[in-house]
């Protein structure tokens, strides 16, 4: 999986702090720029209130560690080959815990099996891939081994990120969305970019 | 509390106001909407205004406003204001200039109706006038104005100024003998600011307009619903969005409920001082 860098420029204008429709505006920070996902929503004022609030949930802080979402998201995205959310989510997994090995791995650079040591994070990791790139019902031996490495609301938590995040992934790639010059530095500072 | 409790509470403005094109033959110096007649139409279409007019009623609205572009440049337009009309009163904001003898035979059905034709004229003085808004205007203007009220139809005039509290009290008094000589009476006639937006932006005219001084009026236009009629502006050929409510404008319950969120959320004492009619 290799992630092309967003050269081309968004394919929607993004919309700037002082053309913010009213709804949107709370969403938008008091200094400095609006993400790309944020200033692209903006377009239709009354999805954004609604979808970032939802990707927010999703995504943000719940009973799962952020370690473990992290997992899920920089994975699925990877396999998505979205490029935004790839390197957005480098970031984040760098700040939720996981070790540059790990992060590698989950971006397909190297062996899940070297990387993660633990089994139910590997059932974890083998549940995402099935999801994301599967089509129809997940593999019974894939199945078996999620059943037995997370429990009900877990195993509805995490294959709900998986979903949100192959919606991100699809939005952000297909719109050309740009990193943010922000996190290009610090993952290049990383050796990460 | 629902749209039509907020209208009768004054929380929301009990006009909706419908952008049925963005094309006119004109191209005012502080236009809105930077309209001119080569912009794109971006008409919104006549069974669309009137299905959006009936669900208005029936949530409460207790008027409707027309504005553009020039709206009587499209052909169906008298039909169109008279099915408005039928429902609720209406008032069309036009130039003035499009109202030759057909056109004229066509609006004569709105005298029987509670609708008014709303024709700028900014200055008692032709060549001032045109100098604002375009060769000949104010002939076509002093000419039309007759013609309508002689029909019975609803007359009002707008003037837009620069700074209406700085006009000459003799220019201003020399308007108002034009206008009361066009059969157009003193309480039919509106003076108001031209609003930094639009073409005013970019030629450096008018006063600053934030939603915090603008009335909350429901309005619909091909690009969506906006929260004032001075918020579908558009500047070096892009629509502004800060005002821009939703992108839905059908059902327009979704509309007038997210407006009506904007509208109880203002920050208190705030001074609404700005109306386009």
């Known amino acids: ?193 | 509390m629902s749209v039509a409790a907020s209208i009768a509470s004054g929380t929301l403005g009990g006009r909706v106001w419908f952008y049925s094109n963005y094309h006119c033959n004109l191209r005012c110096a502080y236009c809105l909407t930077e309209s001119a007649p080569e912009v794109s139409r971006r008409e919104l279409g006549k069974e669309e205004i009137l299905a959006r007019g009936r669900e208005a009623r029936e949530l409460g609205f207790t008027a409707f406003g027309v504005t553009g572009g020039e709206p009587f440049i499209l052909e169906y337009m008298p039909e169109l204001v008279s099915g408005l009309g039928a429902e609720l009163p209406t008032v069309v904001l036009s130039n003035g200039t499009a109202f030759n003898e057909r056109r004229l035979r066509e609006v004569e059905p709105l005298a029987d109706l509670p609708v008014h034709v709303q024709i700028s004229l900014d200055h008692p003085d032709p060549d001032e006038n045109d100098e604002m808004r375009g060769p000949e205007n104010f002939r076509k203007v002093v000419e039309a104005v007759p013609k309508l009220v002689e029909r019975g139809i609803g007359v009002r005039i707008a003037t837009t100024l620069e700074d209406p509290d700085a006009v000459d009290p003799e220019e201003r008094e020399r308007l108002c003998e034009l206008h009361r000589s066009l059969g157009v009476p003193d309480e039919d006639h509106i003076v108001r600011p031209i609003i930094n937006r639009g073409r005013a932006m970019t030629n450096e005219m008018g006063v600053l307009a934030g939603y915090e001084q603008l009335d909350p009026e429901l309005t619909l236009t091909a690009d969506g619903a906006f929260y004032s009629p001075f918020g579908p502006t558009v500047r070096g050929g892009r629509l502004d969005t800060d005002l821009l409510v939703s992108r839905t404008t059908s059902p327009l319950r979704e509309p007038a409920e997210a407006l009506l969120r904007i509208a109880e959320s203002r920050p208190p004492g705030h001074d609404t001082s700005i109306g386009i009619n």
């Open chain 1, 1 to 193: 999986m290799t992630q092309a860098a967003a050269s081309a420029p968004s394919l929607v204008p993004l919309v700037e702090a002082d053309q913010a429709p009213i709804l949107a505006r709370p969403y938008f920070p008091a200094a400095g720029p609006a993400s790309p996902l944020t200033a692209s929503l903006a377009h239709v004022p009354e999805i954004l209130e609604v979808a970032l609030p939802f990707v927010g949930r999703v995504l943000g802080p719940t009973a799962l560690d952020a370690r473990t979402k992290e997992i899920v998201v920089l994975r699925t995205s990877a396999l998505m080959e979205c490029s935004y959310c790839v390197q957005t989510h480098t970031a984040a997994a760098l700040d939720s815990g996981l070790a540059r090995a790990q992060i590698e791995a989950l971006r397909g650079e190297a062996g899940i099996e070297e990387a993660f040591a633990a089994a139910g994070e590997r059932a974890l990791i083998a549940w995402v891939d099935e999801v994301a790139l599967g089509r129809g019902a997940v593999g019974e031996e894939v199945t078996v081994r999620a059943r037995e490495a997370m429990g009900d609301p877990e195993l509805v938590e995490l294959t709900l990120v998986v979903g949100a995040t192959l919606m991100l992934n699809r939005y952000c790639t297909a719109l050309r969305l740009p990193t943010s010059a922000a996190t290009l530095l610090r993952l290049a500072e990383e050796g990460l970019a």
